[in-house]
């Protein structure tokens, strides 16, 4: 009788709940992301493409005009649908290739741009679908070497496809095709990498579901011509291989018997998969949703890109097994190192696993700081992997031994630049990693002779960053790469107590940390300054980085730098808003790097120095979060967090005070209960 009358008071009591909150609670994580947020303009320059976590195809709109990824938001117009693309990077971005425009009418519009019904527009993680305005229904779901197009057409004599086997984001250099007796189009693609540096080649498979249909083929591209009834949808598949064609036709033959919706309905499993691994606890929905979205950007890249059977080409061209686990390419590490590599080594321990002995597999490759001339798939940059590497060996997650690439990271280390202020501090953090490796490996004179290497440093650094001036806030200012000398100055993480030494001590090195944040001079738009707002863990003020990143993620702020210059008026805005305008102007995501910075910030633990298992703790933006570790749950508590209570009293492990801002990435990573006590004015005494 008591279970009856229970289950009967459930009915009941759930009958009456309001529809909002019935959906609410069974909203899933999955449920919050829009990867419409960054899309806009120069604003993030991500994609909404319909793809599977680390999926290699990525079908997406490239619009007119086109933005990083192949696609701007602002756009109203698109040149059609291509299936590559590396979300978040700079120059002009890298894919967009083998793009597909359907068309009504006798002769092809390709490649003249066609509008599309804006408030059509969809899209979802692994799924998007938009109506253009000559009335064809387009939809693209993907599973992770395969593109999916479903294009549903008006009754019309003359419909069709262009497939432009030419097209590409950054410099196209060739393209050969073969045309099947079975009507299967196979071949391979070449272009120019990020910033047209060094060269990229894979090979694809493409099917279309009609059967008898006239073809054209002029200056690369094809077009095939068909009748439809009123309705009819046709599917073009398109499956990708980094090892020959034959194994592109393999990978799309296991397609065969799957439909469209099964697809789809599997990638958004895929990614409400991976996005379960963190929960979080807020009323504040928009804050969930960038949480969410932030993470989803994160899981983009690198790609992975075996085969079936475990075959992939390497950067110098050769045939590869990956055996057991997956193989992974696309990399962006002078971005990613300092954010999405360490919070992917908390989160997605197994992925990361096999992402770094992926990066250490580029040592027997030939590895080069931007690109090689024979890549398998699209990438960007590797500079920096030597501290990717030290770090996953501190956390116990490298799957190789150092020693097996210690020679070639030597060789490398050995052609470091050192021509610039900002070269000096990268380089010299570089030798200190190479220090660290071997003393890893027992190497006691190369430790000691790379560690006197690195801190060498100091030399340029009192020349160039020790006494600032008018001529330290201009962009590009003695050389630099992209900031200024004030922005840079600050990167010696190995070295912080040696740079507060030679300003002139701690209490001196938080008053210029004062300084700059006061005076606007921090660039969140670009990656060398990012980690200075967590610099107050290594003073007697960590209240301060408390403060001032619950400002950032939260509050508007004035932002004074683009990418390569100051604007004579600032941006006046919150820095991350779930918009497609989400980032300020001229912030890229970065294969997923300030997405990963967000997504720290909120959880309250900072990557403060990539190398080492140092987590800088902060205030989180939830009040509960709970990540799934392989010994547990990973609780942290934000007890007490409102909009007044951003300031942490105490922290405590299981039940045992902490009293550093600094907390050990290997005490944490296996589960435990992070408690942060909270209150509305600064505990001076915790640091």
């Not at 680390?54 to 701007?72: E, I, N, Q, R, W």
């Not at 030419?166 to 009507?183: K, M, N, P, V, W």
């Not at 190995?494 to 300003?503: A, H, P, S, T, W």
């Not at 209960?673 to 600064?682: A, C, M, Y």
Request: net charge negative; glycine share 8%.
């Amino acid at each position: 009788m008591k279970l009856t009358i229970t289950l009967c008071y459930l009915l009941v009591s759930t009958a009456f709940l309001p529809a909002q909150e019935i959906r609410e609670a069974e909203k899933q994580n999955v449920d919050y992301v829009d990867p419409f947020i960054c899309t806009g303009s120069d604003h993030g320059q991500t994609d909404p493409a319909a793809a599977v976590p680390f999926g290699m195809v990525k079908p997406a709109p490239d619009t007119h005009p086109l933005g990083h990824s192949g696609y701007d938001y602002d756009a109203h117009e698109i040149l059609g649908f291509s299936n590559t693309r590396f979300s978040g990077v700079g120059c002009r971005g890298v894919g967009g290739n083998l793009r597909v425009l359907p068309f009504i009418g006798l002769n092809s519009p390709y490649p003249n741009p066609q509008h599309i019904k804006k408030d059509t527009e969809q899209a979802e993680p692994g799924y998007y679908s938009v109506q253009l305005e000559n009335g064809i229904q387009v939809e693209l779901t993907a599973s992770r070497q395969i593109a999916f197009h479903r294009y549903t057409f008006p009754e019309n004599d003359t419909v069709g496809l262009t497939i432009d086997l030419t097209s590409s984001l950054s410099q196209f250099y060739r393209e050969e095709h073969q045309i099947r007796e079975d009507g299967l189009i196979t071949g391979e693609v070449s272009g120019a990498n990020v910033c047209d540096k060094g060269k990229y080649t894979f090979y694809y498979a493409l099917s279309v579901n009609v059967e008898n249909y006239g073809i054209v083929e002029e200056g690369g591209k094809i077009s095939l011509s068909f009748k439809t009834q009123s309705d009819q949808e046709v599917e073009l598949r398109c499956a990708l291989s980094t090892v020959s064609s034959q194994n592109a036709l393999q990978n799309l033959q296991l397609s065969k018997n799957i439909r469209f919706d099964e697809v789809k309905k599997e990638a958004r499993r895929a990614w409400a998969d991976l996005l379960s691994v963190v929960d979080v606890e807020s009323e504040n929905d928009a804050h969930k949703t960038l949480f969410y979205t932030h993470l989803y950007h994160i899981l983009q890249t690198p790609f992975q890109v075996q085969d079936t059977d475990g075959s992939f080409k390497g950067s110098d061209g050769e045939t590869y097994n990956a055996n057991r686990g997956n193989q992974y390419h696309g990399w962006s590490i002078w971005d990613t190192f300092r954010t999405k590599l360490p919070l992917l080594s908390l989160l997605y321990p197994d992925h990361y696993k096999n992402i770094v002995n992926s990066i250490g597999k580029l040592y027997h490759q030939g590895k080069a700081d931007w690109s090689t001339e024979e890549e398998p798939f699209i990438t960007v940059r590797t500079e920096h992997a030597s501290i990717v590497l030290l770090e996953a060996n501190k956390k116990g997650l490298l799957p190789f031994s150092l020693k097996s690439i210690y020679v070639q990271l030597q060789e490398e280390a050995a052609q470091l630049p050192f021509e610039t202020p900002d070269n000096m501090l990268e380089s010299s953090y570089d030798l200190w990693a190479l220090s660290q490796i071997a003393k890893e490996i027992g190497q006691t004179r190369d430790f000691r002779r790379y560690r006197k290497q690195a801190y060498q440093y100091k030399k340029t650094w009192k020349e160039k960053f020790l006494t600032m001036d008018e001529s330290s806030d201009v962009m590009h200012g003695d050389g630099l790469y992209e900031g200024t000398l004030w922005q840079y100055r600050w990167l010696v993480p190995y070295d912080i107590k040696g740079i507060q030494k030679l300003m002139g001590g701690k209490k001196e090195f938080e008053e210029q940390l004062d300084y700059f944040f006061q005076n606007e001079l921090f660039n969140i738009g670009n990656q060398p300054d990012i980690q200075v707002p967590y610099l107050y863990a290594y003073t007697n003020s960590p209240w301060k980085t408390q403060e001032l990143v619950n400002r950032l993620i939260t509050k508007e702020t004035n932002n004074w730098y683009g990418t390569h210059k100051k604007w004579e008026t600032p941006s006046t805005r919150k820095i991350f808003m779930p918009t497609p305008h989400g980032y300020i102007k001229e912030m890229d995501d970065d294969a997923g790097t300030m997405s990963a910075w967000f997504v720290c910030s909120a959880l309250g633990l900072y990557p403060v120095f990539p190398g080492s298992t140092d987590l800088a703790i902060t205030t989180p933006l939830f009040e509960n979060i709970t990540i799934k570790t392989a010994g547990g749950p990973l609780q942290i508590m934000a007890n007490g967090l409102s909009d007044e209570n951003i300031f942490i009293q105490n922290v405590s492990w299981n039940g045992s005070p902490i009293t550093s801002s600094i907390i050990d990435f290997n005490l944490i990573a296996n589960g435990g209960v992070l408690r942060i006590e909270l209150g509305n004015t600064p505990q001076t005494n915790w640091h």
